[in-house]
């Protein structure tokens, strides 16, 4: 479910210590998206690659996993985002991913 909320982006840009602005996050089941910034496909496709990523690891594990891997690596750098980017502009990747498919990057 797609919630446009800048009250939720703006809670969890504390954490970012306003470095950059968040377009859009996925927090299991929801994906919460900037009024701010155009809602496009590929915003959306992005977070839904995240909530697949939270379903196969049983969505806590997920979140461990993804901060040791921003501790570690960067924002940038970490293995969900980088599948995340990589793919978020083929709108089928979903159809077609692999479980387990952000272990390649």
């Known amino acids: 479910m797609v919630i ?3 009250r939720i982006i703006k809670f969890f840009e504390l954490f970012t ?3 950059f602005k968040i377009g859009g996050i996925a927090i299991f089941p929801f994906i919460f998206i900037n009024p701010e910034l155009n809602m496009t496909a590929r915003l ?8 697949r990523q939270q379903i196969e690891l049983l969505i806590i594990p997920f979140y461990i996993w993804y901060f ?9 750098n970490n293995r969900f985002e980088r599948e995340a980017y990589e793919n978020d502009n083929n709108l089928m990747y979903l159809k077609n991913r692999k479980w387990y498919s952000f272990l390649k990057y």
């Open 4 to 6: 446009v909320s800048r």
């Open 17 to 19: 210590r306003n470095s």
């Open 44 to 51: 959306v496709n992005h977070e839904r690659i995240h909530i």
């Open 68 to 76: 040791i891997e921003i501790y570690r690596k960067g924002y940038v």
